[in-house]
T-cell receptor, first 113, second 114 residues
Framework: SQTIHQWPATLVQPVGSPLSLECTVE??????LYWYRQAAGRGLQLLFY??????ISSEVPQNLSASRPQDRQFILSSKKLLLSDSGFYLC????????????FGPGTRLTVL | AQSVAQPEDQVNVAEGNPLTVKCTYS??????LFWYVQYPNRGLQFLLK??????LVKGSYGFEAEFNKSQTSFHLKKPSALVSDSALYFC????????????FGAGTRLFVKA
């Protein structure tokens, strides 16, 4: 069966510090991968998605970047965090063919102080 | 533009009563519709989906959803609510503009009182 991992689970970082959040998927190959941010426990904002190694699509201009160095690994980064980067970050995957159900990781709670 | 609307920020029901969480959509072509649930500080969990076929879709934890093409709605229902159903519910639709994205509604918070 497929599983998706995210780490760390929680993170407190000072403004201006770098960021690296990691997401890995097990039990599947060639997944689509997604990074979302959820603010204030409500709606999801799609940040990035990837359909293959090295292929990244950015949805909104921002202080963040994403990379996909391996087929089942998706990394969210920042060189200098802003207060507005605080939120709950969710990684998700789905199959490239089929009905597109997305499966989410447990999330990372980021607080920028 | 393709979109999903959840008109209620919050729904309150008493335990044992039926519940409905509303969702309407706007999408070009045939809709692929989904419901997800999120418990506090957790990722979203898939509940059910409509792709084609029977308009009444049954999912996890006793939930079901009714697809209504004429009203472009996909309301989530459960005959008898449990306190443990209290959570944040998201309706979603596949983006049919050629990408790989899913469009999520803003979410509806369900409170079930004992």
């Amino acid at each position: 069966s497929q599983t998706i991992h995210q780490w760390p689970a929680t993170l407190v970082q000072p403004v201006g510090s770098p960021l690296s959040l990691e997401c890995t998927v097990e039990g599947t190959s060639n997944p689509n991968l997604y990074w979302y941010r959820q603010a204030a426990g409500r709606g999801l904002q799609l940040l990035f998605y990837s359909v293959g190694i090295g292929q990244i699509s950015s949805e909104v201009p921002q202080n963040l970047s994403a990379s996909r160095p391996q087929d089942r690994q998706f990394i969210l980064s920042s060189k200098k965090l802003l207060l507005s980067d605080s939120g709950f970050y969710l990684c998700a995957w789905n199959n490239r063919v089929g009905t597109d159900t997305q499966y989410f990781g447990p999330g990372t709670r980021l607080t920028v102080l | 533009a393709q979109s999903v609307a959840q008109p209620e920020d919050q729904v309150n029901v008493a335990e044992g009563n039926p519940l409905t969480v509303k969702c309407t959509y706007s999408v070009s072509g045939n809709p692929y519709l989904f419901w997800y649930v999120q418990y506090p500080n957790r990722g979203l969990q898939f509940l059910l989906k409509y792709i084609t076929g029977d308009n009444l879709v049954k999912g996890s934890y006793g939930f079901e959803a009714e697809f209504n093409k004429s009203q472009t709605s996909f309301h989530l229902k459960k005959p008898s609510a449990l306190v443990s159903d209290s959570a944040l519910y998201f309706c979603a639709v596949r983006d049919n503009t050629g990408g790989f994205k899913t469009i999520f509604g803003a979410g509806t918070r369900l409170f079930v009182k004992a």
